[in-house]
């Protein structure tokens, strides 16, 4: 059975939480599996490997912050008009 991690709630045998939001958690049985993934409780969990691909440029990789703005006012360096002076 594949691990996975609870991508949202808790997961609660009885009165008894078992996994909670960003744990790891592998399913008892292949129904529970099918019903937790279909209401995406639980994703798959990523191996090292699967991650290291993504970091190395794959299509999940984020883009860098703030490289390349479109439009928008740009803040000038001056200090004209500047309180104070």
Do not use: C, F
């Not at 129904?31 to 290291?52: D, F, H, K, M, T």
């Amino acid at each position: 059975m594949a691990k996975y991690i609870v991508a949202r709630g808790e997961i609660h045998r009885g009165t008894e939480v078992v996994a909670r939001e960003g744990k790891s958690y592998t399913p008892k049985n292949a129904a529970e599996e099918e019903r937790l993934l279909a209401r995406g409780i639980i994703v798959p969990e990523q191996s090292e490997e699967e991650e290291a691909t993504q970091d190395e440029g794959g299509a999940e990789k984020a883009p860098a912050k703030g490289g390349g703005q479109k439009g928008g006012r740009q803040r000038s360096s001056s200090a004209g008009g500047q309180a104070g002076e």
